[in-house]
């Protein structure tokens, strides 16, 4: 009979998701599959064998152009109207709470048949701000997340700062009594933790977030390279006189923004669209906006767009964003320097994040002997670059970007079963 009692530390991440717990003094992660620790949160809906993929399976899926629906950037719907809206998908109508549980419990599962352990109870990782300081979804959203983690079946869940938890695991005990800034900048936002280290635990001193995250960095990407290519800023014929207008941009915005993806896949957005390519002055563009919505290729090129931000990041000069999926040979090209250009707002909001959590402390960017980085978009040569201005004296360092909220999650979820 399998043991009670544990605790599994989970980082339910925008991008990727991990778990793990402590075993012995050392944390140990769920293999998600073979050799993998990391488990992309990504869902497909397999239309013709009607079944539900989560994860590489999902992704192979979508880019194997099978007949479903494809989600992604589920973490950014917590606290919003859409959590509990049915609607229907394949068989069922459902709620983002219960697909999200599904996944939750998809590793609740592979935990338990892996380890031999029973996990009744989770400690789930959270962003310091889902939405905002001031903003009423706060509450919500973290009430959301917790109904899913019932969904799933856990008996009970506790939340920890995902700064804190990176903190735990970045070795940060190791430099007793220093001061240190942990920044995480995930896929949907950008979090920032002032911590004392001591022997025995982190002491956090303040704690600030953004809803800034990749996937924000990708969208203006998106919005600047590639939907001008699909009709973005054309003119269309005035229906009721000479003259023309600009095309709305709404459509553009969404199909930029990886949460809202699968909601235009409507008979009446499609309608929206050839209305425009119809009132086209040069319909070419905009009957490529068709073609993406009636054959739904809106995450195509999604990744399209994600895979030449970071060739673009490494430095190719040649960096080009492939849109193959629309139309043999189309690309963007997206040069290093766009890239930088294009990601300079966010810049600025991170160094004002970071200053903005120092000042309810008292701290001065001189006193804060290291800054550790963590989460995927922290990778982005913006990030530290940026940051680096206002801290040219600190410990600049990366911890495991992909892994280190889980590890920590699961050192703190041992010492929960301990106590």
């Given at each position: 009979m399998a043991e009670q009692g544990h605790v599994l530390g989970i980082d339910f991440g925008t991008s990727n998701s991990a778990a793990g717990f402590l075993q012995g003094d050392a944390p140990r992660l769920i293999d998600m599959a073979p050799g993998q620790s990391t488990l992309p949160t990504t869902f497909f809906f397999d239309f013709d064998n009607r079944d539900t993929l989560i994860g590489d399976p999902a992704n192979q899926a979508l880019l194997d152009g099978r007949e479903g629906r494809f989600m992604r950037a589920l973490k950014r719907v917590l606290g919003t109207s859409l959590m509990h809206e049915k609607r229907q998908i394949l068989n069922e109508r459902v709620t983002f709470v219960d697909i999200i549980g599904r996944f939750l419990a998809r590793i609740k599962t592979r935990a338990e048949a892996e380890t031999g352990l029973r996990f009744d109870h989770a400690l789930s990782g959270r962003p310091v701000?889902?939405?905002?300081?001031?903003?009423?979804?706060?509450?919500?959203?973290?009430?959301?997340?917790?109904?899913?983690?019932?969904?799933?079946?856990?008996?009970?869940?506790?939340?920890?700062?995902?700064?804190?938890?990176?903190?735990?695991?970045?070795?940060?005990?190791?430099?007793?009594?220093?001061?240190?800034?942990?920044?995480?900048?995930?896929?949907?936002?950008?979090?920032?933790?002032?911590?004392?280290?001591?022997?025995?635990?982190?002491?956090?001193?303040?704690?600030h977030g953004l809803r800034i995250g990749g996937t924000d960095f990708d969208r203006a990407i998106s919005i600047d390279r590639v939907m001008p290519l699909l009709g973005k800023g054309s003119a269309l014929r005035d229906s009721f006189g000479p003259g023309t207008m600009t095309a709305p941009n709404a459509i553009f915005n969404d199909l930029a923004t990886w949460e809202k993806i699968p909601f235009l896949y409507t008979a009446q957005t499609l309608r929206q669209a050839s209305d425009m390519a119809r009132q086209a002055v040069e319909p070419e563009r905009l009957n490529r906006l068709v073609s993406v919505i009636e054959n739904e290729l809106g995450h195509d090129l999604a990744f399209g767009v994600e895979t030449g931000k970071i060739a673009a990041n490494s430095g190719a000069a040649q960096a080009r964003i492939g849109l193959e999926a629309l139309e043999r040979g189309l690309a963007a090209d997206l040069p290093p320097q766009s890239l930088d250009d294009l990601l300079t707002p966010f810049a600025g909001a991170l160094r004002r994040g970071a200053a903005d959590t120092l000042a309810p402390a008292g701290i001065t960017p001189d006193q804060v002997e290291q800054i550790i980085y963590f989460g995927g978009s922290s990778l982005m040569g913006m990030v530290s670059g940026a940051l680096r201005q206002d801290f040219p004296h600190a410990d600049h360092s990366f911890a495991e970007v992909f892994t280190a909220v889980a590890d920590g999650l699961a050192i703190a979820a041992g010492r929960m079963a301990q106590n």
């Open positions: 701000y889902f939405h905002g300081a001031d903003d009423p979804r706060e509450a919500q959203a973290q009430d959301d997340l917790r109904a899913c983690y019932h969904a799933a079946g856990f008996a009970s869940v506790d939340f920890m700062p995902e700064p804190q938890a990176a903190a735990i695991a970045s070795g940060a005990l190791e430099r007793p009594e220093s001061l240190g800034l942990i920044v995480d900048i995930g896929g949907g936002t950008s979090d920032f933790s002032l911590f004392r280290s001591a022997p025995d635990g982190v002491e956090i001193l303040a704690n």
